[in-house]
């Protein structure tokens, strides 16, 4: 028997690429790359900390939904289209995830799914 759960955040991607914002497996969630989209799937607005922000509140709201926390957050990968941007959206994820610690990666991408996207957050939570 699968102890697998899944949760949605609404994003009009999740459906059309099929992929849900979140899984849980046992102990461990992952959760998808998770760019700035507002409930009416629009992006957004403002820079890269607006966006940023935007993407650590469904992260968290993921992990809560399958019964952990932004304390169990144990990896996160940011991924920025723009260099200097890392200290905006670095501060941001402190906020979020600086109590847990996590391993962490920034990256600098080329391009992410809509041109107007500054910033995508991916996270893994194990829960304890």
């Given amino acids: 028997m699968s102890t697998r ?7 009009p991607f999740e ?3 099929g992929f849900c914002r979140a899984v849980r497996d046992g102990d461990r969630i ?3 790359g998770t760019g700035p989209v507002e ?5 957004t607005p403002g820079g890269a900390a607006e966006q940023a922000e935007r993407c650590c509140a469904l ?3 993921a992990i809560e939904d399958l019964g952990g926390s932004a304390d169990d957050v144990v990896r996160t990968r940011m991924l920025l289209t723009d260099f200097n941007d890392q200290e905006a959206v670095g501060s941001v994820h402190a906020r979020y ?11 600098g ?7 107007e996207w500054k910033v995508e957050i991916e ?3 194990l829960i304890t």
């Fill in 5 to 11: 759960q899944r949760t949605t955040s609404g994003s």
């Fill in 15 to 17: 459906a059309e690429f």
């Fill in 30 to 32: 992952i959760v998808a």
């Fill in 39 to 43: 409930p009416d799937g629009s992006t």
């Fill in 59 to 61: 992260i968290v709201a």
């Fill in 97 to 107: 995830f600086g109590d847990a610690r996590p391993a962490a990666t920034m990256a």
């Fill in 109 to 115: 991408v080329a391009w992410l799914c809509r041109k």
């Fill in 123 to 125: 996270a893994e939570a």
